[in-house]
């Protein structure tokens, strides 16, 4: 009788113990780096979504998530895979993540697809992600710049644009961009004076900008990275009366850019994953009432992220690796009730109760064939000194 009773007792300590299991889940982004000054708000609005789903709950019946971070530093692919095969080590179920192409392709290749794991992104959009191989590890919930190039072409032409000079980050991301941008803006009409390629860490970027200004044209396309070397490219072509006006990348989008360099920035505009939707005010307004900026790049995108992975696992009823890769394309895609930003805890219940589930979020969230997020773009301005939406493209 008496190890009967001790056995029920372990028992019911085990269910006990497995009913208030944390699930980790790894954050990793670019802490250090080229972008710095963005993902601390990325970071913060995937928390906001995992807080939310742990908050309701209903995930796997009262198990919360704890989140692991890890620093992909944007540019440096050793480390980024040496800190990615840490939270793998830590016992992560899942990734949001990583940032910049470069390091995101090879954190999917040398972790994620070695030990199945799955991995979204909120931000790297080079084209030659969307068909890395990835055994169905490696999603994203901005869409490639296969269609944001083409979309920052056509803006700089409507905006009377005929010549521009461009300048890339030497990587995966800045080199797609460009392709796409420079191919759309000629097939408009236009004409690209120079398409030059630029380093990071350099000090001094003098040279670059000699070459960009012997190229001429109406307006300097910097399609790099606003912390690092595209801000300094920027300040630089100022600085020598080069150019007045700038076409600014996805990765050029961001307050401190502005902050740093000042009025000479008003009128300079560029493009940015987003959406004006009913999913997108209801996440600013979520947003806001966290004491978060909704609005600022990529936090969106952060936030549907770390929304998926949570509703993949309720999907497949388990933390289990296999089973999140296998049901994230079922509660991202229709049919389904749908789900909007601040109703994970209603999306959870609907999947638990066995119900189909389409998460919209706060980007319209629909994935293709490659696990890439069809998305829209804000053609964005500086105005007042702050970057300002004009409309969705």
């Not at 192409?101 to 084209?127: D, E, F």
């Not at 803006?155 to 759309?184: C, H, M, P």
């Not at 993949?312 to 229709?334: E, F, M, P, Y």
Request: glycine fraction near 14%; proline fraction near 3%; include cysteine.
């Amino acid at each position: 009788m008496k190890k009967l009773l001790l056995a029920v007792i372990v028992s019911l300590s085990t269910i006990s113990t497995a009913a208030l299991a944390e699930i980790k889940v790894g954050i990793i982004l670019g802490f250090t780096g080229p972008i710095e000054s963005l993902t601390p708000a990325m970071r913060d609005g995937a928390k906001l979504a995992f807080q939310e789903a742990s908050d309701s709950g209903n995930l796997l019946g009262g198990e919360t998530f704890t989140i692991l971070e890890a620093d992909s530093t944007c540019v440096d692919a050793a480390a980024a895979t040496a800190a990615a095969e840490g939270l793998v080590a830590d016992g992560v179920a899942a990734i949001m993540g990583a940032d910049c192409s470069g390091v995101t392709k090879a954190i999917n290749a040398s972790v994620a697809v070695p030990n199945g794991i799955l991995m979204v992104s909120p931000s790297a959009t080079s084209p030659a992600l969307s068909k890395v191989p990835d055994a169905g590890t490696f999603w994203r919930t901005a869409p490639s710049d296969a269609k944001g190039g083409q979309i920052l072409a056509q803006i700089a032409l409507d905006r009377g644009l005929t010549s521009v000079a461009i300048t890339y980050e030497n990587s995966d991301y800045g080199k797609g961009l460009s392709e796409v941008f420079a191919a759309a803006f000629a097939a408009g009409g236009g004409t690209v004076t120079t398409n030059d390629p630029h380093e990071n860490g350099k000090g001094d970027y003098s040279a670059e900008v000699g070459v960009l200004a012997s190229a001429g044209g109406d307006a300097l396309a910097v399609l790099g990275y606003l912390d690092q070397a595209g801000g300094k490219i920027v300040q630089g072509a100022l600085d020598s009366g080069a150019f007045d006006l700038f076409v600014l990348g996805d990765g050029m989008i961001g307050q401190a850019l502005v902050d740093n360099i000042g009025s000479d920035l008003e009128g300079s505009f560029g493009s940015v994953p987003g959406s004006t939707s009913k999913g997108a005010t209801k996440f600013n307004d979520l947003a806001a009432a966290n004491g978060m900026d909704g609005t600022a790049p990529y936090v969106a995108q952060s936030y549907d992220a770390a929304a998926l992975i949570a509703l993949a696992i309720q999907s497949g009823g388990s933390a289990d690796k296999t089973s999140i890769l296998t049901n994230i394309l079922k509660v991202g895609n229709a049919p389904g009730v749908k789900i909007m930003p601040g109703q994970l805890s209603y999306g959870l219940q609907m999947l638990a109760a066995g119900e189909q589930i389409d998460y919209d979020g706060a980007t319209d969230v629909e994935f293709n064939v490659f696990g890439d997020a069809f998305g829209a773009f804000l053609e964005q301005e500086v105005s007042g000194g702050a970057f300002t939406t004009v409309k969705q493209r």
